[in-house]
């Protein structure tokens, strides 16, 4: 069965101080892994896919990476506004497209 | 990007009656879509998908016709909470994907509470 786990559930962190979120999984074949950004009471934003062990992602203060275990979400010099819970999914191959989420963090930087 | 609008953004209703919710795809044909639902602190879990013309899959454990599912277009899926009960109170969240190795778009979301 297809698994994620994300660490820390919770997260602190002091406006400029950077840091980073994990997320381990185990699937029958990889074919992606997603990171999602999801505010209160709404739905997931799309942040990053990544599709082999060594690929590297990176949006403004955000960088994704993946090994074939985990991947990490680095977020450098955080802003209050990147307060937010942060999903990890993965696309297991194979005929079905559906992601299988972990918990998230939840990131809260205070300024 | 993509656009997904889900509709409504929340519902309150009473125990026993049923509850429509909408997912559209704006600016592409979503040739597959997805139902999730999240409990407070808990990570999105599929319910089923659906593709267009065709039954839904259901995910185990998740009553079928309890929560009907219509892929009736390209463009519309929908969400029906039948006979709903306290328990069923919860957030509810589409998605729909182009195709095999598109991106997967998310609608913002339902919140559901059954008195």
């Not at chain 2, 889900?6 to 592409?28: A, M, N, Y």
């Not at chain 2, 593709?51 to 219509?70: C, M, P, R």
């Not at chain 2, 519309?76 to 195709?99: K, M, N, R, W």
Request: glycine residues 8%.
């Amino acid at each position: 069965e297809d698994q994620v786990t994300q660490s820390p559930e919770a997260l602190r962190l002091q406006e400029g101080e950077s840091s980073s979120l994990n997320c381990s999984y185990t699937v029958s074949g990889l074919r992606g892994l997603f990171w999602y950004r999801q505010d209160p009471g709404k739905g997931p934003e799309f942040l990053f896919t990544l599709y082999s062990a060594g690929e590297e992602k990176e949006k403004e203060r955000l960088k994704a990476t993946l090994t074939k275990k985990e991947s990490f979400l680095h977020i450098t010099a955080p802003k209050p506004e990147d307060s937010a819970t942060y999903l990890c999914a993965v696309q297991a191959r194979g005929g079905s497209e559906k992601l299988v989420f972990g918990k998230g963090t939840k990131l809260t930087v205070n300024p | 990007g993509a656009v997904v609008s889900q509709h409504p953004s929340w519902v309150i209703c009473k125990s026993g009656t049923s509850v429509k919710i909408e997912c559209r795809s704006l600016d592409f044909q979503a040739t597959t879509m997805f139902w999730y639902r999240q409990f407070p602190k808990q990570s999105l879990m599929l319910m089923a998908t659906s593709n267009e013309g065709s039954k839904a899959t259901y995910e185990q454990g998740v009553e079928k016709d309890k929560f009907l599912i219509n892929h009736a277009s390209l463009t519309l899926s929908t969400l029906t909470v039948t006979s709903a009960h306290p328990e069923d109170s919860s957030f509810y969240i589409c998605s729909a994907t182009q195709g095999k190795g598109e991106k997967l778009f998310f609608g913002s979301g339902t919140q559901l509470s059954v008195l």
